[in-house]
């Protein structure tokens, strides 16, 4: 099946500024596609070359197939809503929605369209209501809402819920969530809390380079895979020694310890031998008189899955340099 975007060695420069370096991604048709970075990342960027506001120096993008060279036919496959929309305050949300309902006359009964959306955004209540009266949250539900108001195949968000208070947060999250049985949702942030919780699909960009892309469940299973913790009654953090003696243990952190047990982190230098580690980690702990509290494969959410490639792409950097 076409991918919803297909982005082939995709570069942007500004001078002698490389903002994005040689991108190439496939977001399959139905993702919620969580594209991740720091500040300055490049995620911007990307998102305009994807708009077609702002022209590639090099590579491709194609979205449901056609190519961004198509113009006004590739345009009619996206919706978009920029990091920081704007709107005319004298307008109602109600305006606004019939507004953006007028550039695609092929909707039928835009009427009724616009009354669905102002009801699925959950802003029916504050539909007759100006919107320089809407709290932010509100404002980017009304966003979202123009950007499917032509039921787009694909829709771009840049960072949707970026300011927003906790319940500004989670109204935004949850209306992505309702999109997805109907468009392919892109969408950036520097939020990895609300990557994990909506996105089955995650890319990790950092100045202006992949770093990784896979389904959440695999980024995170990929990184935890090899790592097993241990806790252990009785113990003294010098115990991590003799967990270093461990055939397969490749090394060995100490973690807090607290009532009178101590915590160990084990990398593993081939993650299928956790279950013989655990083995072995038994023998030893009953060999020496401690009591096994814990000793499973280490769960790891996206914060500590993006820092630990951020950071190892910066030491290969440095390194080259």
């Not at 209306?175 to 609300?194: K, M, P, Q």
């Amino acid at each position: 099946m076409t991918p919803a975007i297909e982005i082939n060695g995709l570069t942007k420069r500004f001078g002698q500024l490389v903002a994005v370096d040689n991108l190439s991604l496939a977001i399959p048709r139905g993702a919620v596609f969580g594209f991740l970075g720091a500040n300055g990342a490049g995620k911007t960027t990307t998102m305009r070359v994807i708009a077609g506001l702002s022209r590639a120096s090099a590579g491709s993008v194609t979205v449901a197939g056609i190519s961004a060279s198509a113009g006004a036919r590739y345009r009619r496959q996206l919706g978009y809503l920029c990091q920081e929309p704007a709107f005319y305050g004298w307008m109602t949300g109600r305006e606004v929605l019939r507004y953006a309902a007028g550039f695609y006359p092929e909707i039928e009964q835009p009427g009724r369209r616009v009354e669905a959306l102002l009801a699925q955004v959950g802003l029916a209540d504050a539909a007759a209501r100006k919107v320089s009266g809407y709290s932010g949250g509100m404002r980017q539900r009304l966003g979202i809402a123009a950007a499917v108001v032509g039921q787009p195949p694909v829709v771009l968000l840049d960072e949707p819920a970026a300011g927003l208070d906790p319940l500004g947060r989670k109204d935004v999250l949850d209306l992505i969530e309702s999109l997805r049985e109907t468009t392919t949702i892109f969408y950036s942030t520097h939020i990895l809390d609300d990557v994990q919780r909506v996105s089955d699909r995650v890319a990790v960009l950092d100045r202006g380079r992949l770093l990784a892309a896979d389904t959440t469940e695999n980024l995170l299973a990929s990184s935890s895979r090899n790592r097993i913790r241990v806790v252990l009654q009785g113990a003294s953090p010098e115990a991590g020694s003799l967990l270093a003696g461990i055939p397969g243990v490749e090394n060995v952190a100490v973690g807090e310890s607290r009532d009178g047990a101590c915590a160990f982190t084990l990398r593993l230098a081939v993650p299928d031998a956790i279950a013989a580690v655990q083995l072995a980690v038994t023998a030893l702990a009953l060999a020496h008189g401690y009591a096994v509290v814990e000793a499973r494969p280490l769960v790891i959410d996206l914060e500590e899955v993006f820092l630990r490639l951020v950071r190892e792409a910066q030491a290969s950097t440095e390194k080259v340099a």
